[in-house]
């Protein structure tokens, strides 16, 4: 991993909101590529990888990443901690784009096969380990807490636009140059966020804080975080309430989504239209929290939209035509994206920065690690026993994290800075 020599900090966070922080922005763009960037090494690596072996290879190479990333998540946390979130992301974008840009100049000499597509599917798992803890705590280091719900949904936007703009880019890089022209482009993308994040300032820890980071072994840095979750009174059921909600949604939302679609007679282009609705719902709640910057009662909030966005995902596998469906995945983004905001907002705020790489590197765990191995149950289930049963228990198993966040009063009560 490469470091960054350290640049002055700030000792103060400016008073002017996140979004007209020019510092913040910076951070943004440089968010925003490497986000970009990932899309079309997705779509790269996916045309690629068929492009070499057969389906069931490529599914394998596609897969690859996802064993070191939950495997060694909660390690990249204690790394992020110990280190600076600033110094990991840009070692971590460094090794990215270098790792791209090797197999893209060898898709250019040569055709390899396979091996170095799962050699980079499995690099980009092992460093997303530690890039994604320290995504997640780089935030509290470069602004107030006040500002980081504005912040959280300026990174839902930079999400959003990675989603919309990164899968053109991938198939166009791919009819003009084939896989080694996406790679290259998504290597170029990922570049753009290095000296961008070199110049963004952070802030040092004070002195209370940093007594919590590098008290001894990895293992003891890792044990104290994990106490100091089991034992916070609103992180510790946010957790378990994140964690149901990722599972009750994660089944509805991918294969289930395919299968509806399929046996509805929407085709890939009525999926698409339901998958519109719900970026649009979700991009609409992470534009209002930028402008407005913070919600009140944001724990019940959260709560309630959890609850209602439930009772959405399980309407929606009742919903006869297209044109309903669009308008119920609609609801389901605007529910879902409200009580993720506020959700990754409270561990933002709530959680000491010291802590905030390990506080990251769980809640990612459940949602990058584990709810992804619902989806072949899900599939399964709904082969056994039809959608509609399917989607209802994944509704309940998404309100339980509602009713979690609504009966655990420190939770329930909990607060954004103002």
Known sequence: MTTATAIPVEEHVPDRPAHHDPNVLRWLGAYTSSMVGDSVYYIALSWAAVQAGSPSQAGLVMSVSALPRAVLMLGGGVIADRLGPR?????????????????????????????????LALVFGTVDAVFVPAVGALPARITGRDQLARVQGMRGLAIRCASVVGAPLGGL???????????????????????LLITVRVRELPADDRAGTARGTAWSDLAAGLRYIRGHRVLAPLMIAIALGDFGFVGPFNVGLTLLADRRGWGASGM???????????????????????????????ALSILAGSVAIGALAFVPDLAGAVGVALLVGLLAGLSGALCGSLLQTQSDPAYLGRVTAVSSLVSLGLTPLSMPFSAAAIGAWGLGPVYVVSAVVCGLGGLVALCVADLRRAELPR
């Open 87 to 119: 110094r990991v992301v840009i070692g971590s974008d460094a090794v990215r784009c270098a790792t791209v840009l090797a197999v893209a100049a060898l898709l250019c000499l040569t055709s390899p096969g396979l091996w170095p597509l799962a050699l």
């Open 173 to 195: 890089g791919v009819a003009v140059g084939g896989a080694a022209a996406a790679f290259g482009l998504a290597g170029l993308l990922i570049a753009v966020s290095v000296p």
């Open 272 to 302: 698409g239209w339901v998958l519109a609705g719900f970026g649009v719902g979700a991009g609409a709640v992470s534009l209002l929290l930028t402008v407005r910057g913070r919600l009140p009662r944001a724990g019940l909030v959260a």
